[in-house]
């Protein structure tokens, strides 16, 4: 089977780097992406990994590592509009699949 | 530059009543999605439509239809509704299948 696992809930403090993993199980896959849901709002595109390595947009980084079933999202010099739920995919051929999210908790 | 439009933004329905959700979006996009989310449970995949013409099942498509119109539109139906199907609905597009998603912005339905 294949499933996409990442804390829930994530605290830090405003002007701080918080990194958000996300350990997968599955057969094979094209890419992991990542998203960013205000309360309320729609899910927005973040950043997109199809090979291994970091990749770089802004104050927001992600990395994957394929042999090591695992890829983070790095945020840096937060932001209190970065408090929000961070959702890793997987983008498979046949499917999508999303993690639960993970709650980003920005104290002042 | 509406991207992806949901209608409508909210619905209450009784139960055994029928419903259809439309998206339409405005972006030349290949592939459409049809997601729900419910509380500390993600997104999760109903139906997709990778290109005009096609669809597919996804993770949890019983109770569900959907219709691929033209290439802007898709839409989700409930045939006869249940409460176990209150939750926030989502409309997404990307250019082709497996690339960056769109969402519109759900529609939250409420079964009684």
């Known amino acids: 089977g294949q499933s996409l696992e990442q804390p829930s809930e994530v605290t830090a403090v405003e002007g701080a780097i918080v990194q958000i993993n996300c350990t997968y199980q599955?057969?094979?896959?094209?890419?992991l992406s990542w998203y960013q849901q205000h309360d309320g709002g729609a899910p927005t595109f973040l950043s997109y990994?199809?090979?291994?390595g970091l990749e770089e947009t802004g104050r927001f980084s992600s990395f994957l590592s394929r042999s090591d079933s695992y890829g983070y999202l790095l945020l840096q010099e937060l932001q209190m509009k970065d408090s929000a739920s961070y959702f890793c995919?997987?983008?498979?051929?046949?499917?999508?699949?999303f993690g639960k999210g993970t709650r980003l908790h920005i104290l002042p | 530059n509406a991207g992806v439009t949901q209608t409508p933004k909210f619905q209450v329905l009784k139960t055994g009543q029928s419903m259809t959700l439309q998206c339409a979006q405005d972006m030349n996009h290949n592939s459409m999605y049809w997601y729900r989310q419910d509380p500390g449970m993600g997104l999760r995949l109903i139906y997709y439509?990778?290109?005009?013409?096609?669809?597919d099942k996804g993770e949890v498509p019983n109770g569900y239809n959907v219709s691929r119109l033209n290439k802007r539109e898709f839409s989700l139906r409930l045939e006869s509704a249940a409460p176990s199907q209150t939750s926030v609905y989502f409309c997404?597009?990307?250019?082709?299948?497996?690339?960056?998603?769109?969402f519109g912005d759900g529609t939250r339905l409420s079964i009684l």
């Open positions: 439509s990778a290109s005009e013409g096609t669809t």
């Open positions: 599955t057969s094979g896959f094209y890419g």
């Open positions: 990994n199809a090979l291994d």
């Open positions: 995919a997987l983008n498979r051929d046949d499917k999508i699949i």
């Open positions: 997404a597009s990307s250019r082709e299948f497996n690339q960056p998603q769109h």
